[in-house]
């Protein structure tokens, strides 16, 4: 049963490897879809969130609260900054917050303090196309 579902699992890592920023299971499914796959949206679902408990993916919610997966190249602690408009992702160390972080829960006395600092914009080529389509260029 397990071994039946190995290739659909790989061709989801694979999907989400070629995916240029955060995606949701429903985009990833649809573009699975595309290439005929027959592959479900539980099955995408499925592994997505096993990658992530893995820690072979990164997930996070976004401001609609969708929960979105990347296959980040920075396996350790690291942050987002992530276009709301494309999906676009760039992985950022952030010194000062985990500093911050680390200084904040000792002054309440709390220890093993952990946090999600995740940054959502516009990208730079996004904002582009949008004063191009207002005519400001
Ligand atoms: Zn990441
Ligand atoms: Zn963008
Ligand atoms: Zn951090």
New binding site residues.
């Given amino acids: 049963m397990v071994q039946r579902n190995t290739w659909q699992r790989e061709r989801v890592r694979e999907a989400l490897s070629g995916a240029p920023g955060f995606v949701s299971a429903q985009s990833l499914h649809a573009t699975l879809r595309d290439e005929n796959t027959g592959i479900g949206l539980a099955t995408v679902y499925r592994t997505l969130a096993g990658l992530a408990a893995r820690g072979d993916a990164d997930s996070l919610q976004s401001p609609d609260g969708e929960n979105l997966f990347r296959a980040c190249e920075t396996r350790g602690h690291h942050h987002h900054l992530i ?1 709301r ?2 999906g ?1 992702a760039v992985e950022i160390a952030a010194t000062d917050v985990e500093e911050w972080a680390q200084r904040t829960a000792a002054q309440h006395g709390f220890s093993e303090a952990e946090h999600v600092v995740d940054i959502f914009g ?2 730079a ?2 904002a582009r196309a949008r004063a191009r389509e207002r005519g400001d260029e």
């Fill in positions: 276009c408009s494309c676009k516009i990208c080529d996004c």
